[in-house]
C-alpha cells in the first residue's frame, strides 16, 4: 500500500519551476510523515570527503517554533507577519570540526588540520546544499518554505546550546502556504538577471557557445 507522499511526487522540472521562497503560512501542522522526509533528504546532499559535516536543530510545533522566535527575532520585525505562523523552523549548522578530522585521516593526510588546505569553506557549501534539498523537498511535498538568515547568532548559539565551532547557516521556516503569499519586493527592484548574462563559456565574460 502506497503512502500519500509516494502519490504526491511531481515531476523534477516543476520541482525546480516552483521553487520560490514563501513568506506566508497558515497554522496548520505538519505530518510527521512529511518532517521525516524533509529531514531525510536533507541528509542526503553532497558532503567533500563524504564528511557528512551538517547537522538540524529542529523546531516542531507551535511552542518551539515561539522559542526560536523569542530568541531569533523577538521584536517580531518582519513586514511578512504570516512567516510566523509557519509550525516548522529547520536549522541547518555547519561542522567545520568534523571535516577537519575527516582530512586528517590516512586517505587524505593533513594531519595538521589547517584551514589553509580548504580553498573555501566546504562545512558552509555543504550545509546550503543541505539546505537546498530541503527547499526542493517542501515544494514536492506540496509545502513552502524560506530560508533566512539568524542575525543573533551568539544569542541563539548560547539558547539552544549549540557549541562554539558549530554554525548555524541560516533558518528555513516550512509550513503550509497560503494563496495569497507575496513576493519579496526585491523581485521587482533588482529582477532576473538574464541567464546570457551568468553562463561563461570557456573563459569569463564568453557569454556565446
Not at 94 to 112: I, N, P
Request: proline share 7%.
Amino acid at each position: 500500500m502506497h503512502s500519500w507522499l509516494s502519490c504526491h511526487a511531481m515531476d523534477f522540472q516543476e520541482v525546480i519551476r516552483r521553487r520560490k521562497m514563501v513568506r506566508s503560512f497558515d497554522d496548520q501542522p505538519l505530518s510527521r510523515e512529511m518532517i521525516d522526509r524533509l529531514i531525510a533528504n536533507g541528509h542526503r546532499a553532497p558532503s567533500a570527503g563524504y564528511s557528512q559535516g551538517f547537522s538540524f536543530v529542529v523546531f516542531e510545533g507551535k511552542d518551539q517554533a515561539t522559542r526560536f522566535w523569542d530568541v531569533a527575532d523577538p521584536d517580531r520585525r518582519s513586514s511578512w507577519r504570516e512567516l510566523y505562523n509557519a509550525l516548522l523552523i529547520l536549522v541547518p549548522c555547519s561542522e567545520k570540526d568534523v571535516y577537519l578530522d575527516r582530512y586528517a585521516r590516512e586517505d587524505k593526510g593533513w594531519t595538521d588540520r589547517s584551514e589553509s588546505h580548504w580553498p573555501v569553506p566546504y562545512w558552509d557549501i555543504d550545509t546550503a546544499m543541505a539546505s537546498m534539498n530541503v527547499l526542493l523537498t517542501a515544494v514536492d511535498l506540496g509545502l513552502g518554505a524560506l530560508f533566512f538568515g539568524i542575525f543573533r547568532t551568539p544569542e541563539f548559539k548560547e539558547a539552544f546550546g549549540i557549541p562554539e565551532r558549530v554554525t548555524p547557516i541560516g533558518a528555513i521556516a516550512v509550513g503550509h502556504p497560503k494563496a495569497h503569499d507575496q513576493p519579496s519586493p526585491s523581485l521587482k527592484l533588482v529582477g532576473r538577471r538574464p541567464p546570457e548574462r551568468k553562463v561563461h563559456w570557456g573563459r569569463w565574460g564568453a557569454h556565446e557557445r
